[in-house]
Every structure is written in structure tokens, then in C-alpha cells.
């Protein structure tokens, strides 16, 4: 799922470029890669403006390592042409600052409220038959039943980073906040070829 980054004050500033000439290329250049090195920060800004997450799930996500909350690569080599495509599984709510982290120790077990915090701000408990189980090693994770029976049971999911990308007020945010920041970095490095222009 695509984000596309338009600049209003980009055909203006293209004339200006055309006038400095040869730094023109290295204006686009340094300010392409300033994106690079910015954009996580300008979307996990987004992000946890609305959702519960932590920042450096979101900007994980740009860093393609393992166990990340999903993946999100930017794509572009030009101002007209640069842009986000994200992707990424659901995601339990670990991700989203649950309580508690894993089931109490006393056996036999006590009735246990597990909630998180989807939306930030907003706690909720899960599915009142929720439990925690272990997640092949890895901590726990909540499960529940899906009928009277033991078994079988299922995981609880919440959202994918492509869902909390494209809701619609994170995805007015981001497209905000990378506007924004382009735009500034893009008059700082033309104000400076302007300045060795003399």
C-alpha cells in the first residue's frame, strides 16, 4: 500500500533549481536522502499520534530486521517520484503496551484481565476468555477458545502497520509531516547552493 508525497511549492522551486544549474542535481540528491534518513521518524510521529505503539516498533520497520512489527520501503531516486510502500502481518497485542506480560504464577491460576492500548490512550481489556500462552519461547502472547472446549484455541490479533498507515487521519499525518519536513530540507539545501552561486 502506497503513499505518494506531492510538494505544492515543488514547480516553483524546480525554476529556481533550473537557475542554479549544475547544483541542481546534488540539491534533489541531498534532499532525496534527507527522506531517507527522515521518514521513519516523520511516520512513527504519525503513527503513535493515533496508536498505541512504540516509536521504535514504527521505525523498525523501515530497518527490515527480523521481528518487526512490519516492513516499510522507500522507494524514488527524484522529488516527483519518491514515496512508501509498506506491508506486515497482524500484530498481538504485545505491541500495543499489554497488561500483563505474562500469566501469574500462583496455580491454580486466578481469573486475569488482559488489556492493551490499540488506540493511544485508550485501554481496553480483551476477549473476557482471554489467556496467555507462550509464544514458542518467545514470552507470551494472549490466546482464546473458540468454543466451550479446551481446545482448539486461536491468538489474538489487533492491527497490520499497513492498517495503521492507512487509517485515514495516520495517513493525512504522515503525508503532512513528510511534506513538511521535504519542504524544509529541500529550501535548506537550495539556500545554500544559492549561497555558493555567490
Known amino acids: 500500500m502506497p503513499i505518494e508525497i506531492n510538494l505544492p511549492n515543488y514547480e516553483k522551486t524546480k525554476k529556481q533549481l533550473h537557475a542554479i544549474n549544475k547544483d541542481a542535481e546534488g540539491v534533489v540528491k541531498r534532499t532525496v536522502s534527507d527522506f531517507k534518513s527522515r521518514a521513519p521518524a516523520?511516520?512513527?510521529a504519525a503513527v503513535t499520534e493515533t496508536y498505541g505503539i512504540a516509536k521504535s516498533e514504527?521505525?523498525?520497520?523501515?530497518?527490515?530486521?527480523?521481528k518487526t512489527a512490519g516492513r516499510v520501503k522507500l522507494k524514488g531516486t527524484t522529488i516527483d517520484n519518491i514515496g512508501l510502500v509498506y506491508s506486515g502481518r497482524v500484530l498481538t497485542p504485545l505491541r500495543f503496551k499489554m497488561?500483563?506480560?505474562?500469566?501469574p504464577a500462583r496455580r491454580p491460576m486466578p481469573p486475569y484481565?488482559?488489556?492493551a492500548e490499540i488506540y493511544k490512550g485508550k485501554r481496553k481489556g480483551l476477549?473476557?476468555?482471554a489467556f496467555l500462552g507462550s509464544n514458542k519461547g518467545g514470552g507470551f502472547i494472549p490466546f482464546q477458545r473458540t468454543s466451550e472446549s479446551r481446545l482448539p484455541i486461536k491468538s489474538i490479533k489487533t492491527v497490520s502497520v499497513p492498517q495503521m498507515l492507512g487509517n485515514e487521519t495516520?495517513?493525512?499525518q504522515i503525508q503532512q509531516n513528510i511534506e513538511?519536513?521535504?519542504?524544509?530540507?529541500?529550501?535548506h539545501h537550495l539556500a545554500q547552493a544559492l549561497k555558493r552561486q555567490g
Not at 514504527?58 to 527480523?66: D, E, L, N, T
Open 180 to 187: 513538511d519536513g521535504l519542504e524544509k530540507r529541500l529550501e
Open 127 to 129: 476477549a473476557s476468555n
Open 170 to 172: 495516520v495517513s493525512t
Open 113 to 115: 484481565q488482559i488489556t
Open 42 to 44: 516523520w511516520v512513527s
Open 99 to 103: 497488561k500483563p506480560t505474562a500469566p
Open 58 to 66: 514504527v521505525k523498525g520497520a523501515f530497518s527490515g530486521a527480523k
